[in-house]
């Protein structure tokens, strides 16, 4: 059987464009940053700031078009389903998910063999994929705060004054990055738990058909090819 997340409807090609962007952008900050703190290399300040300014801008402007489609983009609303609702759907609280917290953890922490399969995203992938559009605004937020060309505009000033100046919005921000390398690390190792092939998520889908569910979400019957 095919892993029922593996089919256009779950995962628009748009999603899947703006998901790979983000870890491309993740990436490239995460190694941009950890220089323009400890430059390990001689001469490559520039490129590095360089390269840390131009992919926050893309990380925002990704996050922006994620936004706009998840209320314009129709997606599965539930896994193994080709029944499509607007995405935005999703992030909120739907009754597949009720009482899935407690089941979703005893499967990640390997105390339960069942898949829960309810809504499209989990419990806790809805609590942690919406703690990222905070968490990258914050980002944004302490960057320009320190970022010479921007740190003299009002509210960042303001937000700088209130933290204690720029050598501490500075180690905000650095840690910050430490919230993002913790989320990308968890989200491998989620992804690995199921089973998931990354390039099928760019690459190539699994068709899923008739794939049905017992009471609790777990798929009974049905095929994938």
Known sequence: MAHPAHYREAHPFIFVMTHWIN???????TISGFYIHYPFLPG???????????????????LAVRIIGAFTVKSATRLGTREVDTDIKNWLPQKLNRGQMWP????YLFLKKEHPIGAKYGVLQKIAYLFTIPLTLAAAYTGFAIWGPTMDWGFLIAGTDAVGGPMAMRIIHYYIMWGFILFTAIHIYLANIEGTDPSKLIFKWEETEGLQFDAEGRVVGGKGH
């Open 104 to 107: 979703w953890l005893k499967y």
């Open 23 to 29: 870890l491309v952008s993740i990436v490239a900050l």
């Open 44 to 62: 490559l300040m520039s490129v590095m700031r360089g390269m840390h300014f131009f992919f926050m801008f893309v990380l925002l402007i990704n």
